[in-house]
């Protein structure tokens, strides 16, 4: 439904106490208002809020986008090779440790960091 340009979409942010309707035209419209998520979600936690940023923009991407717009090639190619790698015990590069590229070797943490996060997110909803 939001994957092909120009679109209009209602944006679930109130902006002069009305929520807007938008044309799309670009990823730049995109991230317009994600940025505003995220102001909203920093103003929010300035107030007590504790919000995660990144969690509460991905839930928000459906009511203007499609989430798939977003996804880079590079990373989810970096994706496949971190689980492969992982799953079947094979180094992601030749080598050792130290000879990895610095630029992998922090996007595996990051992968990671985030594969944990949703495992335990996972298991906090299912109680």
Request: charged content about 25%; some cysteine; glycine content about 6%.
């Amino acid at each position: 439904m939001y994957h092909t340009y120009p679109y209009k979409a209602q944006i679930p942010i109130l902006i002069d106490g009305k929520y807007e309707i938008r044309t799309f035209t670009s990823k730049d419209d995109i991230y317009a208002v994600i940025d505003l998520l995220r102001e909203e979600v920093h103003a929010n936690n300035k107030e007590g809020g504790s919000f995660n940023v990144a969690q509460s923009i991905v839930k928000q991407l459906p009511f203007f986008t499609c989430p798939n717009v977003l996804l880079d090639k590079q990373a989810q190619k970096d994706i496949s090779r971190y689980l492969y790698s992982s799953n079947f015990g094979v180094l992601p590069y030749s080598g050792s440790y130290g000879s990895h590229p610095n630029k992998w070797i922090e996007k595996s943490f990051l992968i990671k960091n985030i594969i944990d996060r949703k495992k335990s997110e996972a298991v906090n909803n299912g109680r």
